[in-house]
Every structure is written in structure tokens, then in C-alpha cells.
């Protein structure tokens, strides 16, 4: 997949958008972490915080999953999503790739059961399925930061 990329930050923020709680990722060299999750009260308040994670850690390019279907088919939720993304592209000034995001939450509960993490901090793992989704942003895509 061709992406159109700002290879002058070589650096990636992932991000896991939900309707209360968006998680975000850094990724660069090919290497992924989990950062925080962001309350969504307001998009406008989420983008200008994402914004702050930005500008502070000197992201190029944002990578957002896109909820499609197994089949790749778009969904109530990928509509939200993309005017999302729009509105934080405009903000931002920061070229957005769309990532499938299909079973990244399910994969982040499994992940975070396997690490022996609380049922309680479970429910908030909204930043580990954005580490997931650059991840698998990178392995799809051979990304070169260096």
C-alpha cells in the first residue's frame, strides 16, 4: 500500500479512536510504545491535546485505525472515524494513514491479560490497540524511518 508520508519527522503516532477514550502510540525505527489515552468529551478537546503529543514528540505522520468489516467494508463506525481523522488532518497539518484495525482491541485485551495487567486497568487499554495498529502499520507497510 502507497502511503502518502512526511519523511522529514521520521516519527508515527498511532491512534485508536473510540467515542470516549482515543489511545495513542509513538512508533519509530520500526519500534512501537504506547503513550496514553486521551479523553474524547469533544473532539475539538482531544485534537488539541493530540496536537500537544505532536508538536512535543515530533510526529510526521499519524496513523488512525479504521474500523472495516472482515471484509474490509466500511462501517457506522469508519464514517466517524475518517470525519475524525479529517478534522485532526486540518489541525494538525499532518498527513493521516488509515490502518485496519480489526481485532486490535481483542488482541490488546489478550496482550494485556497475558502481562498479568488488573481487570480494572484492562478496561483502559485503548493505547495498547493504537501500539497494535502501528505495529501492524509498519509490518504491512516496510516502513523505513531512519
Known sequence: ???NRDTSLPRFLGIDYGER?????????NLTMPIKTVSNKTDRDAIFEINK??????VGNIVIGIPLTAEGKETKESLIVRRFAKNLKTITKRP???Q???????NALKEAISLDVSQKKRRAN?????????????????VDTK
Do not use: Q, W
Open 96 to 98: 493521516v494513514i488509515f
Open 1 to 3: 500500500m502507497k502511503t
Open 100 to 106: 485496519n484495525e480489526f481485532g486490535t482491541s481483542k
Open 53 to 58: 503529543v505532536i508538536i512535543e514528540n515530533k
Open 21 to 29: 477514550n482515543i489511545g495513542l502510540a509513538l512508533g519509530h525505527n
Open 126 to 142: 485503548d493505547h495498547l490497540a493504537a501500539t497494535l495498529i502501528l505495529k501492524t502499520f509498519f509490518e504491512e507497510n516496510s
